[in-house]
């Protein structure tokens, strides 16, 4: 059976529908969008997920546009593994450019590996785990093309994007005035990413920006601003469902305004100097979160108290075992005196 082949119930969960002319799927815990220009005709992707989703990305296209499809171009939010994993697989058999900004390419050219994930930051499993993720830079470089400076999107008239760094170097938004619809990337994200029952769940819960990949935190914040001004009526993200209405533009003013308390984490490698990047990539990083000492200190502090507490139990047991001795003695002495 051909892999594009869909059967009937299939394509009920394949993918759903955003607004008209944008779709969005999910595989495993990212998602990727299919954008229609309406004058046109022509479709771009926004970012490719895991390496695992070409196979329903195409099953995707198939149903939506037909058969022997493709899109005009695949355009990027950021270059992190979970939205370039089918990148390479899918612009070669398209044969279709890739757009990203500018301050993207080193990533995306082989050139530099992103600041490195922390697994110190607060949050979940999916933090924990980031030191797993992978850090290498893929090289797309003969397919790479760069956003127009003047903010227009290659083949969508009715879009601009906007720069919203922070979370990557080059991390871009894209958004639909005449709907006001707001494809974040993860910028902002509609889960808590960090936690993996949230994920696993897709909890509804508007989020700053997945907190183990973001280097700069200043630069995080001033795009959740810059996105928040745009007053977005939905927002379609790298994670989680999308969201829309009165609640959601409430959550997203909150975050804005809010920032500090409810996207920063506690603590974290980036949390209080930010990684240093241009053009052609990492300039400085600051070090490491000291993460193995204070798990040593606060083990041996947990140890130390745990010792003491079995010491003072064992104590009062001898204490009490002692004194029924007593009893027992003074008790055989008592029946031999009489
Ligand atoms: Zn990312
Ligand atoms: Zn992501």
Redesign the pocket.
């Known amino acids: 059976m051909n892999e594009e082949t869909i059967q009937p119930q299939e394509t009920q969960s394949l993918y759903f529908e955003v607004a008209p002319n944008v779709w969005g799927t999910k595989d495993v815990f990212v998602n990727m969008y299919m954008v229609r220009d309406e004058a046109s005709g022509r479709w771009v992707l926004i970012d490719t997920g895991l390496r695992s989703s070409a196979t329903k990305i195409r099953k995707m296209a198939t149903l939506l546009f037909g058969a022997d499809t493709r899109p005009a171009a695949i355009l990027l939010t950021?270059g992190?593994f979970?939205?370039t994993g089918s990148l390479r697989t899918l612009a070669d058999e398209w044969n279709v450019p890739v757009y990203c900004h500018y301050l993207e390419l080193p990533y995306l050219s082989g050139r530099s590996s992103y600041p490195p994930p922390d697994a110190t930051v607060n949050g979940g499993l999916m933090a924990k785990l980031a030191w797993l993720y992978p850090k290498k830079p893929i090289d797309v470089s003969d397919r790479l093309n760069i956003l127009p400076p003047d903010g227009s999107v290659p083949f969508l008239k009715n879009w601009r994007y906007l720069y919203t760094p922070g979370?990557?170097p080059g991390h871009v938004s894209f958004f639909r005035q005449n709907d006001r619809l707001l494809i974040a990337g993860?910028a902002v994200v509609t889960t808590i990413q960090e936690s993996v029952m949230s994920v696993m769940m897709q909890k509804k819960k508007l989020s700053g920006p997945?907190k183990y990949?973001t280097y700069d935190w200043n630069a995080a914040r001033n795009s959740v601003m810059a996105l928040a001004d745009l007053r977005p009526a939905i927002i379609a993200s790298?994670h989680g469902k999308p969201m829309q209405g009165q609640k959601m533009m409430a959550a997203l003013h909150n975050l804005a305004r809010h920032f500090d308390d409810t996207a920063l984490p506690a603590h974290g490698r980036y949390v209080g100097e930010s990684a240093l990047v241009d053009a052609n990539g990492v300039k400085y990083l600051p070090p490491p979160e000291r993460f193995v000492p204070w798990l040593l200190i606060g083990m041996g502090a947990l140890t130390l108290t745990l010792t003491g507490l079995a010491l003072v139990l064992l104590r009062k047991r001898r204490s009490r075992n002692a004194a029924w001795h007593v009893h027992v003695n003074y008790d055989s002495l008592h029946h031999l005196v009489d």
């Open positions: 950021h992190h979970d939205h979370h990557a993860d997945p990949f790298g």
